[in-house]
């Protein structure tokens, strides 16, 4: 099982990088696709945690994929975070029109790697949908107003899987953990500004969410079922045409007596060195993850790696 | 140990500060932006480089097909010289004018600016100075692109 998806994860990402690379970007005016990569390097962004084009855990106000207004573009990504107990795989496309509607799915596959929880996996599905409302990051530069995008992210919580091996037996469904709900909608508003004087991205957010851990642990529990309006925060610094380092920021709510989930954060370093590839490499800490069902309450931090292939 | 959201938004402060403290002295430095680029000789490389890089460069180089580029080189130069306070006069047309007949898309206008970047990376002017001139650049798009732009380029299929 463990090893299919594995292999299904980079079968899917070696297509998806051939395609990307194939488009190829020439100094034609377009690509095999016929999409223009029309737009400036990195202002494609990266694939969040839920497929968003983003850094890699907050959604930035940019469409996904490098086509101009006139255009359309799209990607895919493979994700792996391997934090101290549990470790995520993503995995997904996400396509861009006319710079104005991004539609995305994402796949996660978690595990637990440690803990007396160890072997119990989890899985599940997300499809997103981001439209630019106004403000343009690259050409308003005479303004204060930031490229403005709202955004939701439908969620389907699969189930848990190998629960018995961590001394759950009979627990498959997450509403067996107290949450209220297997699936949910988060809706965000995101901000994002580029002071390109200054080489520098500053993003806000504010998401409606009941999800807990992403929505990994389900949506809304025992502590809080409704749904909670938490601020993201992403800045980046781009030393070079085709590099950005930064941090990014998300509070969470927590609504699980079983999970002391909190405000995750992170560093990175992504890369861009064609409008056909990006690579990103952080580092990330979620806080405490099930702390009172495992008993286990260190910082679950590591490091997280992503590949993004398209066009 | 305060919040993370604290911490995190009290490294942007910092950084911020930092930033600003960094620009203010650039400015009472006495230095304008041309003297930083390195003043004539590199401004007029770069457009010469930047002119040589966009006839090689199918996304845009069909606009100026009818274009006299010795007239259209100075012109560039003495924008360029008189935005970042180099203190040439500019005695071309407005943007708005300029550009009127030839529909360009946001995608050309792009590429025009990517080709500007390949430029100075060929004079070696660092990529922050060059960002300070594309963002006085990047607003000129509202002038330059049309609304509803149909490319022109005859690599594009219709
Ligand atoms: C911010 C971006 C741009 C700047 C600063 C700029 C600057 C200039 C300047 C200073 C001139 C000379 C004006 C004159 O003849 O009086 C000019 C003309 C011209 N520009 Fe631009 N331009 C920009 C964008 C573009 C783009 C994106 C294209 C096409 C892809 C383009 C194509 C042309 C052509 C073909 C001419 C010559 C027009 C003629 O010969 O009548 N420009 N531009």
């Known amino acids: ?311 | 140990m305060p919040s993370p959201m604290r911490l995190w938004l009290g490294c942007l402060g910092l950084a911020a500060c930092i930033a600003a403290g960094n620009a203010a002295r650039a400015e009472s430095g006495g230095l304008t932006l041309f003297d930083r680029l390195g003043g004539e000789a590199k401004l007029r490389a770069t457009v010469h480089e930047f002119v040589l890089i966009m006839e090689s460069d199918d996304r845009i180089n069909f606009t100026f097909a009818n274009t006299d580029l010795k007239k259209f080189e100075q012109l560039l130069y003495e924008q360029l010289c008189n935005l970042t306070q180099g203190g040439c006069p500019y005695t071309g047309r407005d943007m708005y004018t300029a550009h009127a007949k030839l529909n360009i898309t946001n995608a050309e206008f792009n590429a025009l600016a990517e080709d500007l970047y390949e430029a100075f990376d060929r004079v070696h002017v660092p990529y922050r100075l060059q960002n300070k001139v594309v963002a006085m650049l990047a607003p000129m798009q509202h002038d330059v692109v049309k609304d509803h732009p149909v490319s022109q380029n005859p690599a594009v299929a219709k």
């Open chain 1, 1 to 311: 099982m463990e090893y299919f998806r594995a292999l299904r994860a980079v079968v899917v990402t070696s297509c998806f990088l051939g395609v990307g690379l194939l488009g190829g970007q020439t100094a034609a005016a377009e690509n095999l696709f016929g999409s223009d990569e029309g737009k400036f390097l990195l202002t494609a962004g990266f694939n969040d945690l839920e497929g968003s084009g983003g850094g890699g855990l907050v959604p930035l106000a940019f469409i996904t994929g490098y086509g101009s207004s006139d255009s359309w573009g799209a990607n895919a990504h493979f994700t792996s975070i391997q934090l101290k107990d549990f470790q995520l795989r993503t995995y997904g496309a996400a396509v861009g029109a006319l710079d104005r509607v991004e539609l995305s799915y994402t796949r996660h596959e978690f595990n637990v790697t440690g803990t007396p929880l160890d072997g119990l996996g989890v899985s599940q599905d997300i499809l997103g949908l981001k439209i630019k409302l106004l403000g343009d990051a690259v050409y308003d530069q005479d303004s204060w107003l930031p490229q403005i995008c709202v955004g939701a992210e439908y969620h389907k919580n699969d189930g848990i899987d190998h629960a018995a091996q961590a001394g759950l037996a009979g627990v498959t469904r997450v509403t067996q953990l107290g949450a209220s709900a297997a699936h949910g909608t988060d809706i965000y508003l995101a901000a994002t500004k580029i002071f390109l004087a200054e080489s520098l991205v500053v993003n806000a957010a504010v998401r409606a969410t009941r999800a807990n851990e992403f929505g990994l642990l389900g949506f809304g529990g025992d502590r809080k079922s409704s749904d909670s309006y938490e601020p993201e925060g992403t800045i980046a610094w781009l030393p070079t045409r085709r590099l950005a380092v930064g941090s990014e920021i998300r509070t969470r709510p927590r609504n699980l007596t079983l999970d002391d989930e909190s405000t995750a954060y992170d560093v990175f370093v992504g890369w861009t060195p064609t409008k056909n590839l990006s690579l990103v490499a952080a580092w990330l800490n979620l806080g405490g993850v099930l702390g009172p069902a495992t008993g286990v309450t260190r910082h679950q931090d590591g490091p997280y790696l992503s590949i993004q292939a398209g066009f």
